[in-house]
């Protein structure tokens, strides 16, 4: 599996602009995408305050594959099986261009990110744990 560090050095970029998708579960939403620069973390807690959730939690590994029609570590914010709320990190407006995943491990697609927030109708807000990235 492919980490975030190691596909910015392949692709040459940035860590910043190499962007992860989880996949987490909130206690009134239900399923959500979180996208998030890799060498961060997300914040549950402030993630659950943007969505209006109570509590979020990450989804168990062998459901991603159900939920997003995508293998765990290959999940895109474009194209899953039903169509999730996203939640974009705005860390992500800071950057000319973002890569995430294509929809497999290894594969990855570079878009404008006002371009990814728009085509995912994502929320743009401040999710990743402070003190990292």
Partial sequence: ?????????????????VFKTLVVRGDRTG?????????????????????????????????????????????????????????????ALEQPFVSISAGMRGMQLFLNPQDLARATAAKVVAICATGEG
């Fill in 31 to 91: 399923v959500m995408l979180a996208c998030i620069p890799g060498a961060t973390t997300l914040s549950l807690k402030t993630l659950a305050r943007v969505s209006g959730n109570r509590k979020v939690e990450m989804v168990e590994k062998d459901e991603i594959h159900r939920l997003t029609g995508y293998l765990r570590g290959g999940v895109s914010p474009l194209g899953c099986k039903k169509n999730h709320p996203v939640y974009l990190d705005q860390s």
């Fill in 1 to 17: 599996e492919l980490s975030a560090e190691e596909a910015a050095e392949k692709l040459h970029i940035p860590l910043a602009q």
